[in-house]
Nanobody, 125 residues
Framework: QVSLVESGGGLVQAGGSLRLSCAASGRTFSTYSMAWFRQVPGKEREFVAAISRSGASTYYADSVKGRFTISRDNAKNTMYLQMNSLKPEDSAVYYC??????????????????WGQGTQVTVSS
């Protein structure tokens, strides 16, 4: 099992940047494929970005491609999401997720079996 804790959320103006972190504890971090999702009240959880176990492969939602960068440091048991050129529509609770079964990236939330508690990102216009 793995426990996930997100941090780095907050309030930022449109056009600004934030870096989210997801710290993992428990089983060896490098054995998990990881992803970021986000959710606003009343809407489905939305895929943002995913990264493979080694970090060699990444995958992004079209809505964030070119603005967000997902990365991981397996030595530090931590995944990151660098968010640049933020827009008000990026406002949401951001969740990190881990899959012990995936050997690739996936945008499907049903393939991830561990979730963090979320961190709020609010982008003002």
């Amino acid at each position: 099992q793995v426990s996930l804790v997100e941090s780095g959320g907050g309030l930022v103006q449109a056009g600004g940047s934030l870096r989210l972190s997801c710290a993992a504890s428990g089983r060896t971090f490098s054995t998990y494929s990881m992803a970021w999702f986000r959710q606003v009240p009343g809407k489905e959880r939305e895929f943002v970005a995913a990264i493979s176990r080694s970090g060699a492969s990444t995958y992004y939602a079209d809505s964030v491609k070119g603005r967000f960068t997902i990365s991981r440091d397996n030595a530090k048991n931590t995944m990151y999401l660098q968010m640049n050129s933020l827009k008000p529509e990026d406002s949401a609770v951001y969740y990190c997720a881990a899959s012990s079964l995936l050997f690739r990236t996936s945008p499907s939330h049903s393939e991830y079996d561990y979730w963090g508690q979320g961190t709020q990102v609010t982008v003002s216009s």
